[in-house]
């Protein structure tokens, strides 16, 4: 009985760790703006890493003021005293598991989330691990996990009889940078509103009018010719189409007033003057 249960127990481990694998595997993957290093911080003064009433919490706020830190080094037109305010895509996270070892050495694996653009980040990050933590032991790797095809993501789901690996613990810090990143990733992106044009004023409605009354048969001949061919209502009579394009005010006229009427040139064109103007402004 004893031998079955805890065979459960470490397939449901087992279950856990192929999870949180799958999942840190996506979020590599789907985070174009960032890149993910390996990383160990092994001979921890406890003192630094923990606190008699809250290991986790205590944990949580270094690495989270570590990734903070490094963030304004690196983008320093960022806030010091609003860093929930920082871009998540320049920001730097920490994916961390924490472990001990069988004679009760307390350390941390994980991956250092560095902004892409970049390179040298990492640097920074392990250099503010080292002061937090009051430690030299830090190592991270030079190349990022997706580099070395998740050999160290398949390292740290094995079982080892040397250390105990608490999964349970494994965090995302900040939690805000990574709530963000994932954010952006499945918001959709909704089309911009099309620009209105503003009304046109009295002055410019007198104008197209006269413009319009004006116009002479040699102006209207001349448009049908361009019409006719480009034209698919070929059973208009376009004896009676208005019909000038002479000049560039005129051309912007005629422009300023298909929009006003939300329609085509063309469409305006195949109308009468009279019809156009009944139309548009109701004359």
């Not at 250099?127 to 998740?150: I, R, Y």
């Not at 080892?160 to 990143?181: G, Q, S, T, Y």
């Not at 099309?194 to 001949?221: C, G, H, I």
């Not at 034209?231 to 007033?257: C, H, I, Y």
Request: net charge positive; with cysteine; aromatic share 6%.
């Amino acid at each position: 009985m004893k031998t079955t249960t805890a065979s459960t127990t470490r397939q449901k481990q087992r279950d856990i760790v192929g999870e949180w694998k799958r999942y840190i595997t996506a979020r590599m993957f789907k985070d174009r703006t960032g890149v993910y290093h390996p990383f160990a911080l092994n001979n921890l003064v406890q003192e630094r890493a923990s606190t008699p009433d809250d290991t986790t919490a205590q944990r949580r706020r270094i690495l989270t003021n570590v990734c903070e830190t490094a963030t304004v080094v690196l983008n320093p037109e960022f806030s010091k005293s609003h860093p929930t305010r920082h871009l998540a895509t320049s920001s730097c996270g920490i994916i961390v598991l924490p472990a001990t070892t069988s004679v009760g050495c307390h350390h941390l694996h994980g991956f250092v989330r560095t902004p892409r653009a970049h390179p040298h980040a990492v640097q920074v990050v392990a250099a503010a691990l080292m002061v937090a933590f009051h430690t030299k032991n830090v190592w991270v790797s030079d190349a990022t996990e997706l580099q070395q095809d998740g050999r160290s993501l398949d390292y740290l789901s094995k079982t080892w009889k040397e250390e105990i690996r608490d999964w349970d613990a494994l965090e995302f810090l900040p939690a805000h940078v990574f709530k963000r990143l994932v954010d952006a990733e499945t918001s959709v992106l909704t089309q911009p509103q099309p620009k209105k044009e503003p009304p046109m004023t009295n002055n410019t409605v007198q104008k197209l009018k006269k413009a319009f009354a004006e116009a002479s048969d040699d102006q209207r001949r001349e448009l049908q010719k361009s019409l006719k061919a480009s034209l698919r209502d070929t059973a208009t009579d376009n004896s009676t189409n208005v019909g000038f394009r002479t000049t560039v005010d005129d051309k912007t006229m005629l422009r300023e007033l298909a929009i006003s009427a939300n329609t085509s040139v063309s469409s305006i064109c195949r109308t009468t003057i009279s019809d156009a103007l009944r139309q548009s402004f109701g004359g």
